[in-house]
């Protein structure tokens, strides 16, 4: 069975303050982990998909890595407007399409 | 513009009843979900369709039915059935060549 686990469960950071926040993950055959920002009250939206290992990609503030077992979301001096919940995904070889979800960082950046 | 739409944004059930979600998409996207999001769990799979006339059970299926008569819409109905269906309901749909999924706005449906 797949599994992700995200931590910290919550973040506060000051406006500036880069941190990192982590995905950890067990799956058979990875196809692809996903990142998502969640805004209180509204659905999730897409920030990234990585497919293998070593591989990264950015967004403005926010970079994504990933090695075999584990995926970084790197945010870089962050602004008060990055405050959302960050949630991962996974989907395993074997998944049809299924995706596996952790519960979410919720991050607070303070001004 | 292309997108998902779910409707109502809230929606206040009476024990006993049924009610249906509304799930559209204009992304030209085969495959539509369904997931619940409960505070302080990750989201859960209710169904999927990959193709019209067809779906499959997710991993909260009970209580939950769905039908997928076109391809760009996929409603989703909560039964009597449905023990604890006081949740926020999210529709999202996939681009198969790259598995991405795109989630609508949500629905939160409350049981009075």
């Known amino acids: 069975e797949d599994q992700v686990t995200q931590s910290p469960e919550a973040l506060r950071l000051q406006e500036g303050e880069s941190s990192s926040l982590n995905c950890s993950y067990t799956?058979?055959?990875?196809?692809?982990l996903f990142w998502y920002r969640q805004d209180p009250g509204k659905g999730p939206e897409f920030l990234f998909t990585?497919?293998?290992a070593g591989e990264e990609k950015e967004k403005e503030r926010l970079k994504a890595t990933l090695t075999k077992k584990e995926s970084f979301l790197h945010i870089t001096a962050p602004k008060p407007e990055d405050s959302a919940t960050y949630l991962c995904?996974?989907?395993?070889?074997?998944?049809?399409?299924?995706?596996?979800f952790g519960k979410g960082t919720l991050l607070t950046v303070n001004p | 513009d292309g997108g998902i739409t779910q409707s109502p944004k809230y929606l206040f059930r009476k024990e006993g009843q049924n009610v249906t979600l509304s799930c559209e998409q204009n992304?030209?996207?085969?495959?539509m979900y369904w997931y619940r999001q409960d505070p302080g769990q990750g989201l859960r799979l209710i169904y999927y369709?990959?193709?019209?006339?067809?779906?499959q059970k997710g991993d909260i299926a009970e209580g939950y039915s769905v039908s997928r008569e076109k391809k760009e819409s996929f409603p989703l109905t909560v039964t009597s059935a449905q023990k604890n269906p006081t949740a926020f309901y999210l529709c999202?749909?996939?681009?198969?060549?790259?598995?991405?999924?795109?989630f609508g706005p949500g629905t939160r449906l409350t049981v009075l």
């Open positions: 999202a749909s996939s681009d198969t060549r790259t598995d991405t999924q795109y």
């Open positions: 992304l030209n996207h085969d495959a």
């Open positions: 369709s990959q193709i019209v006339n067809d779906f």
């Open positions: 799956v058979s055959g990875l196809r692809g």
């Open positions: 995904a996974v989907q395993g070889g074997g998944s049809n399409y299924k995706l596996t």
């Open positions: 990585l497919y293998s």
